[in-house]
C-alpha cells in the first residue's frame, strides 16, 4: 500500500499564497511520481501538477507561472508552492501517487485538503 499525508492548505486572501505538502509511506511499490488534483462542488477533479521521480513537473495552464511543485524523492514528499491565488483556487486538493508493484500501475490519493481563496 501507499499512504499519503497531505498538510497545508487553509484560507488565503487573493494574491496571497499557500504551501501544500504531502509525504508517501510505501511498502514493495515503486513510486512513479506524485502530485496534486483539485475538485470544487459538481465538478470532476482536475489536475493541478505532477512531479515525477525523473524530476519533470507538468502543470496546468490556468496554474502555470504561479503555482510550483516540487520533490524530495529521498523523502517521498512533494510539495506544491500556491503563489497570486485567485478566488477560482478554491477547491479541495488532493495529493495523488503513481506507483507499481512489478509491471502493474497503482494510483492513490489523500484524503483531501481544503483551500479556500477570498477576500
Known amino acids: 500500500q501507499v499512504q499519503l499525508a497531505e498538510s497545508g492548505g487553509g484560507a488565503a486572501q487573493p494574491g496571497g499564497s499557500l504551501r501544500l505538502s504531502c509525504a508517501a509511506s510505501?511498502?514493495?511499490?515503486?513510486?512513479?511520481?506524485m502530485g496534486w488534483y483539485r475538485q470544487v462542488p459538481g465538478k470532476s477533479r482536475r489536475l493541478v501538477a505532477i512531479?515525477?521521480?525523473?524530476?519533470?513537473?507538468h502543470y496546468e495552464d490556468s496554474v502555470r507561472g504561479r503555482f510550483t511543485i516540487s520533490g524530495d524523492n529521498a523523502k517521498d514528499t512533494v510539495w506544491l508552492e500556491m503563489n497570486d491565488l485567485k478566488p477560482e483556487d478554491t477547491a479541495v486538493y488532493y495529493c495523488?501517487?503513481?506507483?507499481?508493484?512489478?509491471?502493474?500501475?497503482?494510483?492513490?490519493w489523500g484524503q483531501g485538503t481544503q483551500v479556500t481563496v477570498s477576500s
Open positions: 510505501r511498502s514493495r511499490f515503486d513510486l512513479e511520481g
Open positions: 495523488t501517487a503513481t506507483a507499481y508493484r512489478g509491471t502493474r500501475r497503482y494510483d492513490f
Open positions: 512531479f515525477t521521480r525523473e524530476g519533470v513537473t
